[in-house]
């Protein structure tokens, strides 16, 4: 199994362009979440949806947007980056039924991205 | 913020040696989880532990929780060259699926 896979592993963007990282996963999870990792900070969750077309927000959701059309794919959007959103990002995901509290998160292996 | 914080914030040890790490948290807690992420990879997860539990060992791994003083240790015993990553611990908040990452331990294992 490939897990959960997130492209591009780097990216460079001046600020106010557009993108989208891509995070798909083949384990069948309905939770799947996406997480920017800054040093000392930690990792603080962005958006996260339980399953196709139910999405949420997150403790830091401004200037990114996100959709759930399929239970693989879960992309994450900066419509107009800026220098705040240079960061490490991480894509995981998990069942949301009633193992939820019972089960691990499994991580991508991250997007660095630089907005200059 | 509800993000948790970890002690210490940085570890370095010998070989052979027990690494302790603490984390403490801010609110109610559904389960708490401990994860390595070794440079420039993702996470991955080592123990998980209920709300309802107090004390639970895998392998070399010992995790303890009070819930009471809403903190929570990660014991490694015979440490290796190999442990040498960032630990996290993650919180996942009751009644919601959000976890909250703490600030991470780099821990340092000298062969």
């Not at chain 1, 040093?39 to 139910?54: C, D, E, F, K, N």
């Not at chain 1, 998990?94 to 991205?113: A, V, W």
């Not at chain 2, 609110?27 to 639970?56: A, D, F, M």
Request: proline share 3%; net charge positive.
């Amino acid at each position: 199994n490939a897990g959960v896979t997130q492209t591009p592993k780097f990216q460079v963007l001046k600020t106010g362009q557009s993108m989208t990282l891509q995070c798909a996963q083949d384990m069948n999870h309905e939770y799947m979440s996406w997480y920017r990792q800054d040093p000392g900070m930690g990792l603080r969750l962005i958006h996260y949806s339980v399953g196709a077309g139910i999405t949420d927000q997150g403790e830091v959701p401004n200037g990114y947007n996100v959709s759930r059309s399929t239970t693989e794919d879960f992309p994450l959007r900066l419509l107009s980056a800026a220098p705040s959103q240079t960061s490490v990002y991480f894509c995981a995901s998990s069942y949301s039924d009633l193992t939820f509290y019972n089960s691990p998160l499994h991580f991508g292996n991250g997007t660095r991205l630089t907005v200059t | 913020s509800q993000q948790g914080e970890e002690d210490p914030q940085a570890l370095s040890i010998q070989e052979g040696e027990n690494a302790t790490m603490n984390c403490s948290y801010k609110t109610s807690i559904n389960n708490l989880q401990w994860y390595r992420q070794n440079s420039g990879r993702g996470l991955v997860h080592l123990i998980l532990i209920r709300s309802n539990e107090r004390e639970k060992h895998s392998g070399r791994l010992r995790v303890t929780l009070d819930t009471s003083k809403k903190s929570s240790s990660l014991l490694i015993t015979a440490s290796r060259a190999a442990d040498t990553a960032s630990y996290f611990c993650a919180t996942a908040l009751s009644g919601t699926y959000k976890y909250i990452f703490g600030t991470g331990t780099r821990l340092k294992v000298l062969a």
